[in-house]
């Protein structure tokens, strides 16, 4: 019989947090392709987390698995279009969840004074609750806010939704399968071991860039925990994977794979700014990535990187890059 598996504490918390910030673009294509459609991501975003935690901090009415508060521009021309998206990932069920979700947008609204788009995933495993507007009447006067809601559960509900999460190039397709295996997996390690292989296996014969896989099996390990004995098992298969199908990595990628396991895969503000900016010149100028790694792993001022992060963002040729990077090295940030 194998081992019980032990959740640790906020298990979900910052993997979710980093797939998020990663891959932004990919997250919201897959759980809100409406909303996703009428963004104007060659504008680039802006990640607002420490403001959303000032506002929030005294109204924490429930655990969450994460939050995000991003800055985005929508297509079309005008100062109107740029809005704040307020992401809620909820991991069980709360009675008072659409109330947060209501407080919430009206003290970002009353912040920022623009359009606040409010939208929850649910990643419970409770079919039937399904919380998606907060509202309220008192002699005729009446409120209501309706957001945005998915269910993680209703993307793998039968055989052939889940062979499309396994042929996805989406990288949330990953995320889906690894948490929602995870849940169904708890005190069976065997089981666990076995699906994490199959999800690790599909990962690596993908067509994911590398580096995006890197990303992934990061995510899947942190996730799909395992008791020693059996996660060497994995990690034996897990090597064989990567060696059968990525014949070689890049310097800067073995470094962060190994950096990644020696640290139990728990990176802190510094390596996910660093994540930012690569995956950031990946998206924007993929033959750049290799020169320019090193140089941004060896920058430590996280004032800097947060500043570098943002213009980056903007950066409309790989001189841009250069420049941003440069005056980052010389603790400086250019206007560009």
Known sequence: ????????????DTPWKEAIEMFFEEFMTMFFPEAARQIDWDEGYEFLDNELQQIVRDAELGKRIADKLVR?????????QIIIVHIEIQGQHDPDFAKRMYIYHYRLFDKYDR?????ALLTDDN?????????YEALGCELCLHFPLQKMSDFAKTESEWKSLETSTNPFA????????????????DERLNWKIRIAKGLYQSSMPKTTVLELMRFLDWLMTLPDDIQQQFTTVSHDLETSTMPYYADFELRAMNRGLQQGLEQGLQQGLHRALLNIIRKKFPEILAFFAPRIEAITNVEILQ???????????PDDVRRIIQSAEEGKILNT
């Open 307 to 317: 500043e570098a992060v943002a213009l980056l963002v903007l950066a409309e040729t």
């Open 127 to 135: 079919e039937a609750w399904r919380p998606y507007e907060y509202s």
């Open 174 to 189: 990953v995320v889906i399968m690894a948490h929602l295996k995870s849940q169904q997996t708890r005190g069976n390690a």
């Open 72 to 80: 985005v521009r929508l297509l079309g021309n005008g100062a109107e």
């Open 1 to 12: 019989m194998s081992s019980p598996i032990y959740i640790r504490n906020n298990d979900f």
């Open 115 to 119: 359009r606040i788009a409010s939208m």
